[in-house]
């Protein structure tokens, strides 16, 4: 039982270049999250999703897109990075009574 | 807008003695508030999880109560070890919105 695991753990990239990071879960947890973690401010909700096919917006969702084609795995996208998504991206999922399960992080620094 | 601030970033103990960290909150009224322990470079791990019709929920070495009239929660970590140290978060949560503190920074001395 792997839990969350997250790919990659760290990447770097140049303003305007596009990734995509990859959650997957084997929990079969219907609920998953993307957060951010910047210095001095708590986690942050990018976009999160309720089951298989359904994502919605979170507290911060500009400049990111998400996908849940598969229950057990979640991605986010970064179309175009700019230097003020540098942060530390974390996944997690959720059980029925709601203790959420997180990732080891992914660390992206945008040049 | 929605505000959480937790007491002090960083609070220094003795080995021994009770720790208690405090999560405030302004403008929300949260189904439940949940508490989290964060080490360096990993993600957080869930500790305990009160719901606002409850007062006081109990683990082990652990205790967390919630006032929402003070909209406030208090953590304590009884007969603390330096294994504690670590950073808490305590998250506020009602439906799908989820809200968490900067966190503070426990280290606890030998």
């Known amino acids: 039982n792997a839990g969350v695991t997250q790919t990659p753990k760290f990447r770097v990239l140049k303003t305007g270049q596009s990734m995509t990071l990859l959650c997957a879960q084997d929990?079969?947890?219907?609920?998953m999250y993307w957060y951010r973690q910047d210095p001095g401010m708590g986690l942050r909700l990018i976009h999160y999703?309720?089951?298989?096919?359904?994502?919605a917006k979170g507290e911060v969702p500009d400049g990111y897109n998400v996908s849940r084609l598969k229950k057990q795995n979640f991605l986010l996208g970064l179309e175009s990075a700019a230097p003020s998504q540098t942060s530390v991206y974390f996944c997690?999922?959720?059980?029925?009574?709601?203790?959420?399960?997180f990732g080891p992080g992914t660390r992206l620094l945008v040049l | 807008s929605q505000k959480i601030e937790q007491n002090s970033e960083a609070l220094n103990i003795q080995e021994g003695k009770t720790a208690t960290l405090t999560c405030n909150y302004t403008?929300?009224?949260?189904?439940?508030l949940q508490w989290y322990r964060q080490d360096p470079g990993r993600g957080p791990v869930f500790l305990l999880l009160?719901?606002?019709?409850?007062k006081e929920k109990r683990k082990e070495r652990l205790k967390v109560t919630f006032d929402t009239t003070l909209k406030q929660s208090l953590f304590h970590i009884t007969a603390s070890q330096p294994a504690d140290s670590a950073t808490y978060l305590c998250?506020?949560?009602?439906?799908?919105?989820?809200?968490f503190g900067a966190g503070t920074r426990l280290t606890v001395k030998p």
């Open positions: 997690a999922s959720m059980d029925a009574k709601e203790t959420q399960y």
């Open positions: 929990m079969n947890h219907e609920y």
């Open positions: 999703s309720v089951g298989e096919g359904t994502t």
């Open positions: 403008n929300y009224s949260p189904a439940y």
């Open positions: 009160i719901r606002e019709n409850e």
């Open positions: 998250a506020l949560a009602r439906g799908n919105d989820m809200r």
